[in-house]
């Protein structure tokens, strides 16, 4: 690379450090892990305990803590967190907006509609086998 | 990877010969891949949740589909779930050490805590084999389902799940976890050959002579990448 442009930065080589930065580093990861396995151990017995909570609040929970965890990972585990600015949002941004667009059109939205009309909309389905399911399911 | 952000501020970024986003083409690209990989995951996880939202009446309970633990007769639901999230965690943490040993060129590490990954990875495939095992075989109980026989419906007892059919419940929960986990696992799978491929480098010395281990961090984001999907998965799929 330096026979082409002296001046280019050699950005493989930028991300060493030495022992004593390493300690510290490797403390805060060891950190982040225990979060996480308690975030996780917290949601284990919600999802144990799971009919002591509203459907809303469940939902609430165990999204926030997914939230919390994809934001370690993200940001100390891959590091996203030590990027420059314009990085981060280039990754970020374009992803979070779709992801909230998807979330409400496909999952609330049309979800929910499908739901109000799924016996107009797959009669041909709910009329054969759903149904018998449905009493078998309730049987067990 | 501050300096990066000290010579951004000390030159002008457009200029030429420094990069805006201060990072290499290498795991700059790998990030981007990543996104668009991202997107596949949350197409079929909001797939998921439209189905979901559609028939909550007789959709079954993660908590009572999911409840083996291995050497124990009883049921524990989501128990081994949890281990199999405890097991990736782990193998991402041991990941991202060798990583930081790449930094300090500590190639010894680098082994160590790459093998940890391997071995880490492994046991989550094999797990997730183990759970798709004795979700395909069922209870012994069964349950009687109408399903398709020769082309005529009929009410037939079945064990366990496959793509048509499905004794807890909605057949198309079935198909949902086939393909979810299914995509996820081959994910971890790819991501365990990549691993190894990058180890076998380490051990010789490649990434030495290079004189950095820019290598593993990139194949450390992919592994992390799959690490951060099932934690999604684990969320939607096994606790709502």
Known sequence: ?140 | MSHDAALNKSKPNWGGGVSPFGISYGKMYMWFFLISDAFTFSGLLSAYGFMRHKYPDVWPNPGDVFTHFPFYDGHIPLAYVGLMTFILIMSSVTMVLAVEAGHRNDRKAVTRWMFWTIVGGLAFVGSQAWEWYHFIVGTEHGAIRNILVDGEWKDTLIHGANLSYNEYGLPVFGDFFFFITGFHGFHVFSGVVINFIIFLNVLNGTYEKRGHYEMVEKVGLYWHFVDLVWVFVFTFFYLL
Do not use: C
């Open chain 1, 1 to 140: 690379m330096s026979e082409f442009n002296d001046n280019y930065p050699q950005y493989e080589l930028m991300a060493h450090h030495s022992e004593e930065e390493g300690k510290i580093k490797r403390r805060k990861l060891w950190n982040v892990f225990w979060i996480m396995l308690g975030i996780t151990l917290v949601e284990l017995m919600v999802g144990f305990y799971n009919t002591h909570f509203s459907e809303i609040a469940l939902k609430v929970i165990f999204i926030g803590f997914t939230i919390v965890k994809a934001g370690y990972i993200v940001l100390s585990f891959m590091h996203l967190g030590d990027e420059v600015k314009a990085f981060k949002y280039a990754v970020l941004v374009p992803f979070i907006v779709f992801i909230i667009y998807l979330v409400f059109i496909a999952d609330l939205g049309e979800g929910t509609y499908a739901k109000k009309y799924r016996m107009v909309m797959d009669k041909n389905i709910t009329d054969k086998p759903q149904h018998s399911e449905h009493a078998e399911a309730a049987h067990e």
